[in-house]
């Protein structure tokens, strides 16, 4: 499946932004959506995963309790809302579909990337 995210922007610490990540096909709805992120000069990290069915969401403790991740089949979209963001938030988020795992070898299929930037 081919996926585009969007939504990133530059925020200020204590905002929200709302990540959007839409597939072109139709099997989207068969996978499990993920989104890591990477910051500059690090690794890519897990950020949150959903299980196909909708259910389960599976987050990383640096942002439990502060993001959510949902999905529209309808929409063929997956979002990542997310909420007191702090400064170091600031990455480029990748949406992904794949299996249901917190590891991005599960993924087969990545988004380009959405810069999200949080200003202290």
């Known amino acids: 499946v081919q996926l585009q995210a969007s939504g990133g922007g530059l925020v200020q610490a204590g905002g929200s932004l709302k990540l959007s990540c839409a597939s072109s096909?139709?099997?989207?709805?068969?996978?499990?959506p993920g989104w890591f992120r990477q910051a500059p000069g690090k690794e890519r990290e897990f950020v949150a995963v959903?299980?196909?069915?909708?259910?389960?969401?599976i987050y990383a403790d640096s942002v439990k309790g502060r993001f959510t991740i949902s999905r529209d089949n309808a929409k063929n979209t997956v979002y990542l809302q997310m909420d007191s963001l702090k400064p170091e938030d600031t990455a480029t988020y990748y949406c992904?579909?794949?299996?249901?795992?917190?590891?991005?070898?599960?993924?087969?299929?990545w988004g380009q990337g959405t810069l999200v930037t949080v200003s202290s």
């Open positions: 992904a579909a794949g299996r249901y795992t917190t590891s991005p070898n599960g993924f087969g299929s």
């Open positions: 096909g139709s099997a989207f709805s068969s996978y499990s």
């Open positions: 959903l299980h196909w069915s909708g259910g389960s969401p």
